[in-house]
């Protein structure tokens, strides 16, 4: 079934903050409905690129040779291999799209990490 969606109900949906949502699946790709606020883990992704949109607020990426700081509107792909580490000084709103086997912690274990195949669709 095709049925249009709309990020404000599925964002209003959930609280829980760096526990991304399935909102879409398309060419074996998921788009990821997340809240952020404070720090995440330094981890990157040997195989999969990462796009982090941000649709409220504002977050950075800190990178181990700079920080992207990323505005309503905006967005940065964090390209494999890259270790990264999202922040947010305040709740945001991000859509994340990447590869549907992608590990949200990429090659770090720890009490973020949800597996790919157990992410909640909503």
């Excluded at 060419?27 to 992704?45: C, I, P, R």
């Excluded at 792909?77 to 549907?100: N, S, T």
């Excluded at 949200?104 to 009490?111: E, I, K, Q, R, S």
Aim: hydrophobic share 40%; glycine share 6%; net charge negative.
């Amino acid at each position: 079934m095709t049925e249009k969606i709309n990020l404000a109900e599925k964002f209003a949906s959930f609280d829980e903050l760096w526990v991304p949502k399935v909102v879409a699946e398309l060419n074996g790709q998921y788009l990821k409905a997340a809240k952020f606020q404070g720090e995440y883990v330094w981890h990157s992704h040997a195989n999969e690129d990462e796009l982090f949109l941000v649709t409220k607020g504002s977050m950075r990426i800190r990178l181990r040779d700079g920080v992207v700081e990323l505005q309503e509107g905006e967005f940065f792909v964090v390209p494999r291999g890259v270790e990264h580490k999202p922040e947010a000084d305040e709740v945001v709103e991000c859509l994340l799209f990447e590869p549907a086997e992608t590990r949200n912690t990429g090659d770090v274990d720890h009490a973020y990490t949800i597996e790919a195949r157990d992410l909640e669709r909503i």
